[in-house]
């Protein structure tokens, strides 16, 4: 597919209100905002700035979630401007985790491994769970594919929460801890990137209909 627009999608005024679709965006709402709270407490008690990094992102992907709630079967303005804002969402996601990772490396703190790998397990399979019910619509507008990219990512930063967790304990050093976190702030810089143009390309699409024709 293409990373600006989907052929079959960017053309329609409006989508149609998927009853799946809605039932989809509530579970992955519940899920996301339950597992904030979880690695929000655990990387607090682990010292791990990868487990909070991944915190603010849960939070942030149910933040997405009910934005998409609010424009399901909205036209396709709405839907593109609604991408925006999340794109928006997840490039101040990606800043917060530099910034966090930069401070951490000032403190010099090493995270407790075992809850690293414990909690990033639990992640990974609400992560999983959630994109295997979202990879149907990962080709649609840019709504929908910032959704379907949220929750790639969010898996992928799972794996490499683990991986990290892994080699903390096998080097007794918060690196692993460090790098990781700047993978997943990459991973939300180049989706949120990815989301905002293709809703800039829709924005655009739309406002040449709304021009009459001379």
């Known amino acids: 597919?293409?990373?600006?627009?989907?052929?079959?999608?960017?053309?329609?005024?409006?989508?149609?209100?998927?009853?799946?679709?809605?039932?989809?965006?509530?579970?992955?709402?519940?899920v996301n905002a339950a597992m904030f709270l979880v690695e929000m407490f655990a990387g607090a008690a682990a010292d791990s700035r990868a487990l909070q990094a991944d915190a603010l992102d849960f939070l942030g992907d149910a933040a997405n979630y009910a934005i998409s709630l609010a424009v399901v079967g909205a036209a396709l303005a709405w839907r593109a401007r609604a991408a925006l804002l999340k794109s928006l969402f997840m490039l101040g996601f990606a800043a917060w985790?530099?910034?966090?990772?930069?401070?951490?490396?000032?403190?010099g703190t090493t995270p407790d491994p075992a809850t690293m790998g414990a909690v990033?397990?639990?992640?990974?399979?609400?992560?999983?769970?959630?994109?295997?019910?979202?990879?149907?619509?990962?080709?649609?507008?840019?709504?929908?594919?910032?959704?379907?990219?949220?929750?790639?990512?969010?898996?992928?930063?799972?794996?490499?929460?683990?991986?990290?967790?892994?080699?903390?304990?096998?080097?007794g050093s918060a690196w692993p801890d460090l790098i990781v976190a700047g993978v997943m702030a990459?991973?939300?810089?180049?989706?949120?990137?990815?989301?905002?143009?293709?809703?800039?390309?829709?924005?655009?699409?739309?406002?040449?209909?709304?021009?009459?024709?001379?």
């Open 1 to 30: 597919m293409n990373d600006d627009c989907c052929a079959s999608t960017c053309g329609s005024e409006t989508a149609p209100a998927d009853p799946r679709w809605r039932r989809i965006l509530w579970a992955a709402l519940i």
């Open 97 to 107: 985790v530099f910034g966090s990772a930069i401070f951490a490396f000032v403190n």
């Open 120 to 171: 990033g397990a639990l992640a990974l399979a609400a992560n999983a769970g959630v994109a295997l019910l979202l990879y149907r619509y990962r080709t649609g507008d840019a709504n929908m594919r910032s959704v379907w990219i949220c929750s790639r990512n969010d898996a992928i930063g799972n794996v490499a929460v683990m991986l990290a967790a892994l080699g903390v304990l096998g080097t």
């Open 186 to 214: 990459t991973l939300a810089l180049t989706g949120g990137a990815q989301v905002l143009r293709q809703a800039r390309t829709e924005l655009r699409a739309e406002a040449k209909k709304a021009v009459p024709a001379t």
